[in-house]
C-alpha cells in the first residue's frame, strides 16, 4: 500500500519537475546563463516550496531533486520538448530568474496538491537491469504489504531490519551498483530520451520498493547535499495502474505510516547512510585518462628474431667444490694466527716494501707486525678522546687512507684496527677535490659513520689543506679527524694490558668498497668468520706453506691483493715481496726481477702487468722464473686476458716458466675468489679453451665455433670451484632460475667464505647475498641462499668454470648482450699504438629511446692529425659492425690524459659516461653514428578522433567545477621561540659550530658556536634595554651587511622582545642614491632605535 501511495506521489512530483525544466518559458533561460548555479538551485527552491513538503531541520533549497524522466506521452505532440538536444547540450545550465512570473503561472494548477519529500539519492537500481535486480519472493504486493504491517507491529525501527531475503537482496544491490555516479551520468542521452525497460509487475515493485527504502534513510544522517543536479535515473518507471497516492497527513512529520496508520520510524544505521554516500560519490578519473603518456606506443617495436638460437641443452646441476679439509692446528681466528707467529717466530720476515728504484726500503717481521699492531690498538682505544669520553668504541669504522707505495704501515693499521675490535674501511688517497669518485667515497664513509682516518705523515702532509692548515673537507665526505699511525704518534701499552683474542665470529671484520656500474660506491661486509674461512679455502686451493715467498703486484687494499698479500699471507706465516704500482710505471719488470731475486714460489699479477713486461723484456736476459709454481692472474675472468697469458707464455718459456704454472681465477668483491685453477702438483685435470661464437653468445647461447672465423671469443676456464663452495648459474633477468648447460648466466655461490651484505642498503644485500636459486619448476635447489658474484659464465667440461663477462659490463641493445671489455679489444686491435695514447679507451651504455646504444670514449695522441683519426675511427666502426654486428651511437676521441683515471692507473668508466651525459668530456673529433644503431625511431603522431585532456580541462573549466588543488598537512604551532631555542642550544650544545662567515678569498674569516651567539645577543639585548630605553614592542633598524653581526642584533633583538627590521646598508661610495632609501624605510616602519656598523 504504501509503495504504490509512494509511487503516485514522486510521479506527482515528476510532472512538476518536467513543468520546470520543459516549460517553453524556461527553454528560453537557458542560453541567457546570468546568474550563478547556486543562485538557480535558490530560485528553483522557492517555486517548488509550495509543492513539496518540508523536512525538519532541512533546507527546501537543499533538498536533493529526484528526477524521473518519463515517456513522450507526457509532452503534447509536435512541442519543442519532443526535438532531439544538441550534443554539445547540457542538462544542469546556468539557469535566469528572467521568467520567474511565467514559470509560476505554469505551476499553477499544481498549487493545492501536496508532494512527498524529493528522494535523498536515485534508486540503486540504477545501473543494474530491473529483472537482475528484482527481489527474492516478492510475487505479489500483497505479500510485500504483509511483511510491511508485520515489520510495523514488531518494532518501530526501520521496516527492512526483520526482512533477511530483502536485506540479502539489497545487499546484493548495492555490490552490484557500486560503481561511480559519474559513470552512470555519462550513459543518458544527453537529449534526454528514456531508456527501454522492461514493463513488469516484478520490476515495478522493485523500482518502488527501492525508492521507498532512500526514503528511509533519514535518521541522524546529515542531509546530502552534495549532489543538486547531478541525479538522474536511468531506467524509465513504468505507469502501473494500482499506483495511489499518500494521505494527505504526510506533509512535515519525519515519521512514516503505513497503510494501518502505524507509526514507522524513518531513522535508520549511520553506516549505511555513509555507505550510501560513498557510492553516490563521483570517482575521480585516474591520471592517465587526462594525460596520457603515449610515446612508449610510437616507438617502433622491436621484435625479436625468429631465427636467433636458443638453448636446447638440460637444465643444469649446482656444482659442488671439493671438500674443505680440515687441520688440527689452524688456529682458531686470523688475530690468533698473527699473535702466534708474532710470539713464536718474530724475527720471520712478513712484508718486504719496494721503493721506486726497486730496491728494498723496509722488511717487516711478524714481530714487529704484533707489537707495533698493538701499539696501535691501545692508543685508538685509550689515547683518542673527546670531553674524558673515548673517541672511538668497539665496533666503530675507520677509515685507512694509505697510498699504493706503503704496505708497511697498511698493514699495521689494519691489524690494529683488528685488535682493537674496530672495522676498517681501506679507500684510496683523496688527492685532489675533484677526483673521479671521491665523491661516492664520501657518501661511503658518511653511510658507514665514519668519524676517524688513520693514515701516514707522508701521506698527510700531501693531501689539500686548508688556509688554516687543516685537511679540507672534500666534497661529499663527513668531517674527520686525521690520526697520523707513524712511531712518534703511538703509545706503548702497559704490560698488564693484552688486546683480546677471540674465535672467529659473524661480527664484521671490514668492509671492502666496491664501484657499481653507475658510478654508485658501496661497502661490502666480511665477518671474521668469512674471513677465516677463505684464508682456509686459498690455503687449501693454492697450496700455501709455511715460509713460502709471494710477490704481489696488485694494489693491497682490497680484491686479490689483500686476500692473498695480507691475509692469508700471516695465515701462513709467508712472506710476501709487495710491488708498488709506481715502480710498475718505471720498470714494467721489476716483479719479475723479484721473482728471479728471492726465488718466489707464487706471483699474483694482472693480465696488464704482464703485457708491460712483454714491452720492456727486451733489456733482461738473464732472469729466470723456474722457481714459479703458481703464476695467479687475477683478472683471468676478462676474456680476453687469454691473449696476454699466451703472449706471456710464449716468450717466457725459455727462461724457465712452465705452462702449468699460469693459473687464472675470477673474483669479485661480493663472492671474493670464486674459481682458480690448480697447480699442476694437485692433480687437476689439463686446462681448457673454448672457442664461442660471438654472434651466439650475444643472445646468451653457447655455441662452439673455428678460430678461423673473426667473430669468435676464445676464452680459457678458470679452474675448479674453490673448496666447500655450492655454485651455480641462473639467469640474468626476471625470477632466478637456473640456466641450461649450453646457456650463459650469472654465476652465484653458497659458501661460508663470501661477503654477507652491503653496509647499510638491506634492500640490495636481499637480491645479492640472499638469493634462492630455484629450478624450472619453481623449486628451491637449496636451502642455503646464494651470493651473486657479476660474473657471466657457465660451467664447462671436466667441471671447469667459464667466465665470458661482468655485469657491470653488460650493454643490451636490442635485446643482444654485448660485454664492454670486448668491444674495447676490437678498437684496440685497429692500430692502437698509432692513435690511441697508452691503451686508454673507455666502453659503456647510454639510454636513447628506451634502448641502450654504445659510446666509445679514447684518448688520441697528440702527434695524430684530424683526418688519420677519423679514419681509424671509420675503421673501428666497420670492425665493431662486422664482428659484434652492433652499431655505435658515438665515437669520441678527446686530447690525451683528459679522461677520469682511476687510483692504480685504470680508466674510471662510470665518471667518463657521468662527463659524457653532462657535456664535459670537452672532445677533440667526434663522430655520430645514430643513423646506424637507433633503428625504433616513433612513428608519426596521428590525430586523436576523441576529445584530447586539454579539452576537457577547459570544458571542466567553463562547466564552473574546481580543478583539483593540493596541500600539504597542517605544521603544529611550536611552543618554544627562536630565542628559546637558542638558549637550548647554548646550554646543550654550546660548542657547535653555527655559523661561518668567509672572506672574498674563501677562507674563514669569523665563526659563531650556540655558546658565542647567546652570549652576543644578550649583550645586545643589554645595551637596547638600557642605553635605548626601549620598550617591547618597539622596532630596531638593523643595518649590516650580511654576516655573523646582523644574526647576533637580531637575536639580540628578540631577547628585548623588539622587532628586527634588517636594512641594507648604504654604499660607502654611492651614499647620495643608497642613503634615501634608508631614510625611507626608517620613516615608513616607524623605528624607534637604529643598530649600525661603522662603514669601512
Known amino acids: 500500500m504504501i509503495k504504490a501511495e509512494f509511487s503516485a506521489s514522486l510521479l506527482h512530483f515528476s510532472n512538476t519537475e518536467y513543468m520546470i525544466h520543459h516549460n517553453p518559458f524556461l527553454s528560453l533561460s537557458l542560453s541567457v546563463g546570468d546568474i550563478t548555479q547556486k543562485g538557480y538551485e535558490k530560485k528553483r527552491g522557492k517555486l517548488l516550496a509550495p509543492y513539496i513538503p518540508q523536512i525538519q531541520g532541512v533546507d527546501p533549497s537543499l533538498q536533493i531533486e529526484h528526477r524521473i524522466q518519463t515517456s513522450s506521452q507526457v509532452a503534447p505532440p509536435g512541442s519543442k520538448q519532443n526535438k532531439p538536444r544538441a550534443a554539445n547540450s547540457r542538462d544542469e545550465c546556468f539557469r535566469s530568474d528572467l521568467h520567474t512570473e511565467a514559470v509560476q503561472a505554469a505551476l499553477a494548477k499544481y498549487k493545492e496538491r501536496?508532494?512527498?519529500?524529493?528522494?535523498?539519492?536515485?534508486?540503486?537500481?540504477?545501473?543494474?537491469?530491473?529483472?537482475?535486480?528484482?527481489?527474492?519472493?516478492t510475487s505479489s504486493a500483497s505479500e510485500d504489504e504483509g511483511s510491511l504491517r508485520r515489520q510495523g507491529r514488531i518494532a518501530s525501527s526501520s521496516p527492512y531490519q526483520a526482512h533477511p531475503s530483502v536485506e540479502h537482496w539489497f545487499n546484493r544491490v548495492i555490490q552490484g551498483s557500486s560503481t561511480s555516479s559519474s559513470a552512470s551520468s555519462t550513459s543518458s542521452h544527453p537529449g534526454g530520451r528514456p531508456h527501454h525497460a522492461t514493463n513488469t509487475t516484478s520490476a515495478s515493485a522493485a523500482t518502488v520498493l527501492a525508492d521507498l527504502m532512500a526514503h528511509t534513510q533519514l535518521g541522524h544522517a546529515p542531509p546530502d547535499v552534495t549532489g543538486l543536479s547531478e541525479r538522474s535515473v536511468h531506467a524509465e518507471r513504468p505507469q502501473v495502474a494500482s499506483v495511489r497516492g499518500l494521505p494527505r497527513g504526510y506533509t512535515h512529520t519525519s515519521v512514516m505510516e503505513t497503510a494501518d496508520g502505524v507509526p514507522v520510524n524513518s531513522r535508520v544505521s549511520s553506516k549505511i547512510q555513509q555507505l550510501l554516500n560513498t557510492l553516490k560519490r563521483p570517482k575521480r578519473p585516474p591520471l592517465r585518462e587526462f594525460f596520457v603518456d603515449d610515446f612508449e606506443e610510437l616507438l617502433d617495436v622491436q621484435h625479436p628474431d625468429p631465427n636467433q638460437p636458443k638453448p636446447e641443452g638440460g637444465e643444469m646441476r649446482p656444482l659442488n667444490g671439493e671438500p674443505?679439509?680440515?687441520?688440527?692446528?689452524?688456529?682458531?681466528?686470523?688475530?690468533?694466527?698473527?699473535?702466534?707467529?708474532?710470539?713464536?717466530?718474530?724475527?720471520?720476515?712478513?712484508?718486504?716494501?719496494?721503493?721506486?728504484?726497486?730496491?728494498?726500503i723496509y722488511t717487516l717481521t711478524y714481530g714487529k707486525l704484533w707489537t707495533r699492531s698493538q701499539k696501535l690498538a691501545y692508543t685508538l682505544l685509550n689515547k683518542l678522546s673527546t670531553r674524558n669520553e673515548p673517541l672511538l668504541r668497539p665496533g666503530d669504522r675507520v677509515a685507512l687512507v694509505f697510498p699504493n707505495n706503503d704496505p708497511v704501515m697498511f698493514m699495521v693499521a689494519f691489524y690494529g684496527c683488528l685488535l682493537a675490535e674496530l672495522v676498517p674501511v681501506p679507500i684510496e688517497v683523496p688527492l685532489t677535490r675533484k677526483d673521479a669518485g671521491s665523491q661516492q667515497v664520501g657518501f661511503l664513509l658518511g653511510g658507514c659513520g665514519v668519524t676517524l682516518a688513520l693514515t701516514t705523515d707522508a701521506c698527510q702532509k700531501g693531501l689539500p689543506k686548508a688556509q688554516t692548515g687543516e685537511v679540507v673537507t672534500f666534497k661529499g665526505w663527513p668531517r674527520l679527524l686525521w690520526f697520523v699511525t707513524d712511531g712518534k704518534h703511538v703509545v706503548k701499552p702497559p704490560k698488564d694490558w693484552h688486546p683480546p683474542i677471540r674465535d672467529a665470529s659473524n661480527e664484521i671484520a671490514y668492509i671492502e668498497y666496491k664501484t657499481s656500474k653507475e658510478g654508485s660506491t658501496m661497502g661490502i661486509t666480511v665477518s671474521h668468520s668469512a674471513m677465516l674461512a677463505h684464508c682456509h679455502v686459498l690455503t687449501q686451493a693454492c697450496g700455501y706453506t709455511e715460509g713460502e715467498i709471494i710477490t704481489n703486484v696488485l694494489d693491497f687494499k682490497r680484491d686479490a691483493g689483500l686476500w692473498h698479500g695480507v691475509l692469508t699471507s700471516v695465515m701462513n706465516r709467508m712472506h710476501v715481496i709487495s710491488i708498488p704500482y709506481s715502480l710498475m710505471k718505471v720498470n714494467p719488470l721489476s716483479w719479475i726481477q723479484k721473482v728471479h731475486t728471492y726465488k718466489a714460489r707464487v706471483a699474483v699479477v694482472k693480465s696488464r702487468d704482464m703485457h708491460w713486461s712483454l714491452l720492456a723484456q727486451r733489456d733482461q736476459r738473464d732472469i729466470s722464473l723456474s722457481s714459479l709454481r703458481m703464476l695467479i692472474v687475477a683478472d683471468g675472468a676478462n676474456p680476453w686476458s687469454i691473449s696476454s697469458c699466451d703472449a706471456f707464455l710464449n716468450v717466457f718459456q725459455a727462461r724457465g716458466l712452465r705452462p702449468e704454472v699460469i693459473c687464472p681465477c675470477a673474483s669479485s668483491s661480493e663472492a671474493m675468489t670464486v674459481a682458480i685453477r690448480r697447480p699442476p702438483e694437485m692433480g687437476v685435470p689439463p686446462p681448457g679453451k673454448a672457442v664461442l661464437s660471438m654472434s651466439v653468445l650475444s643472445y646468451g647461447v653457447i655455441r662452439v665455433d673455428t678460430d678461423e672465423k673473426l667473430s669468435v671469443l676464445t676464452v680459457q676456464d678458470v679452474g675448479q670451484v674453490m673448496p666447500g663452495a655450492l655454485v651455480c648459474v641462473i639467469r640474468v633477468e626476471g625470477t632466478p632460475y637456473l640456466c641450461r648447460t649450453d646457456e650463459v648466466g650469472e654465476i652465484c655461490v653458497s659458501s661460508s667464505s663470501t661477503g654477507i651484505s652491503y653496509y647499510g642498503l638491506p634492500g640490495m644485500t636481499k637480491n645479492v647475498f640472499e638469493t634462492i636459486p630455484v629450478t624450472s619448476s619453481g623449486a628451491p635447489i637449496s636451502d642455503r641462499?646464494?651470493?651473486?658474484?657479476?660474473?657471466?659464465?657457465?660451467?664447462?667440461?671436466?667441471?671447469?668454470?667459464?667466465?665470458?663477462?661482468k655485469m657491470d659490463g653488460l650493454m643490451v641493445v636490442s635485446g643482444r648482450r654485448?660485454?664492454?671489455?670486448?668491444?674495447?679489444?676490437?678498437?684496440?686491435?685497429?692500430?692502437?699504438?698509432?692513435?690511441?695514447?697508452?691503451?686508454?679507451?673507455?666502453?659503456?651504455?647510454?639510454?636513447?629511446l628506451h634502448d641502450e646504444r654504445i659510446v666509445v670514449v679514447a684518448e688520441q695522441r697528440p702527434d695524430a692529425s684530424e683526418e688519420d683519426s677519423f679514419q681509424w675511427m671509420s675503421r673501428v666502426l666497420q670492425a665493431i659492425d662486422s664482428i659484434h654486428q652492433a652499431g655505435v651511437y658515438c665515437l669520441a676521441l678527446v686530447p690525451a690524459n683528459t679522461l677520469p683515471r682511476a687510483p692504480l692507473g685504470g680508466i674510471h668508466s662510470s665518471e667518463t659516461k657521468q662527463r659524457f651525459l653532462e657535456g664535459a668530456l670537452l672532445p677533440c673529433n667526434v663522430l655520430m653514428c645514430p643513423h646506424t644503431c637507433v633503428t625504433n625511431l616513433p612513428k608519426p603522431r596521428q590525430k586523436q578522433p576523441e576529445l584530447g585532456p586539454a579539452s576537457m580541462i577547459v570544458g571542466n573549466l567553463v562547466a564552473g567545477k574546481r580543478i583539483a588543488q593540493a596541500c600539504g598537512r597542517d605544521v603544529s604551532q611550536l611552543e618554544d621561540n627562536d630565542q628559546d631555542v637558542l638558549q637550548w642550544r647554548a646550554q646543550a650544545t654550546p660548542d657547535h659550530p653555527l655559523f661561518l662567515l668567509l672572506n672574498a678569498k674563501g677562507t674563514v674569516a669569523n665563526t659563531a658556536s650556540c655558546v658565542q651567539l647567546h652570549k652576543r645577543a644578550e649583550r645586545v639585548a643589554i645595551a637596547l634595554m638600557e642605553r635605548g630605553r626601549l620598550n617591547a614592542g618597539d622596532h630596531v633598524a638593523l643595518v649590516y651587511p650580511p654576516g655573523i653581526d646582523l644574526i647576533a642584533t637580531f637575536y639580540g633583538c628578540l631577547y628585548a622582545g623588539c622587532v628586527p627590521v634588517t636594512v641594507r646598508p648604504p654604499h660607502p661610495q654611492n651614499l647620495a642614491t643608497t642613503l634615501p632609501t634608508v631614510k625611507m624605510i626608517v620613516e615608513v616602519t616607524s623605528i624607534s632605535e637604529c643598530s649600525t656598523c661603522c662603514l669601512p
Open 785 to 805: 641462499p646464494f651470493t651473486r658474484t657479476s660474473l657471466l659464465g657457465f660451467i664447462g667440461p671436466d667441471n671447469l668454470v667459464f667466465v665470458v663477462g
Open 114 to 137: 501536496k508532494m512527498p519529500m524529493p528522494s535523498k539519492r536515485r534508486s540503486v537500481l540504477v545501473q543494474s537491469s530491473v529483472e537482475a535486480c528484482t527481489p527474492p519472493d
Open 818 to 848: 654485448h660485454n664492454a671489455d670486448d668491444v674495447v679489444a676490437t678498437a684496440l686491435a685497429v692500430e692502437p699504438m698509432k692513435f690511441v695514447y697508452r691503451g686508454r679507451i673507455a666502453v659503456f651504455s647510454v639510454s636513447v
Open 324 to 360: 674443505l679439509g680440515v687441520v688440527t692446528n689452524w688456529p682458531p681466528s686470523l688475530l690468533a694466527s698473527l699473535q702466534r707467529w708474532g710470539t713464536t717466530q718474530p724475527k720471520s720476515p712478513c712484508l718486504t716494501a719496494l721503493d721506486n728504484a726497486s730496491k728494498p
